[in-house]
């Protein structure tokens, strides 16, 4: 099936940033969810940030402040900037995207929401 395609990631020292890039010119429907997940190794894949088609973003409290999620309509493009980052934000991040409306607090506060589409993953490396 058809994915999403992610770009950016890589290394950073803690306190730096770092921008995550998502392709989402597959959402061609008007209601939808787009979000950033990530997944430290050996634990769950957690939701960080979404955006909904209302424009309504939402963050995990670990995030919070840091974080920036961002929809470009015109390049199809979902970015996660993220900004004073700690080595606990050492993951492999996910973007990913529903195929019907849910709001953006609903989606970062349930686990159980279903995925139409995901990206491969990038992993991100913070070191202290």
């Known amino acids: 099936a058809q994915g999403l395609v992610q770009s950016g990631g890589g290394s950073v020292q803690s306190g730096g940033s770092l921008r995550l890039s998502c392709e989402v010119s597959?959402?061609?429907?008007?209601?939808?969810?787009l979000a950033w997940f990530r997944q430290p190794p050996g634990e769950e894949r957690e939701a960080v940030a979404a955006?909904?088609?209302?424009?309504?973003?939402s963050y995990a409290d670990s995030v919070k402040g840091r974080f920036t999620i961002d929809l470009d309509d015109a390049k199809s493009t979902l970015y996660l900037q993220m900004n004073s980052q700690k080595p606990e934000d050492t993951a492999r991040y996910f973007c990913a995207a529903t195929g019907r409306f849910v709001a953006s607090w609903w989606f970062v506060s349930h686990k159980d929401t279903t995925i139409a589409y995901w990206g491969r993953g990038n992993q991100v490396t913070v070191s202290s």
């Open positions: 955006i909904d088609s209302g424009g309504s973003t």
């Open positions: 597959v959402i061609t429907y008007r209601s939808y969810c």
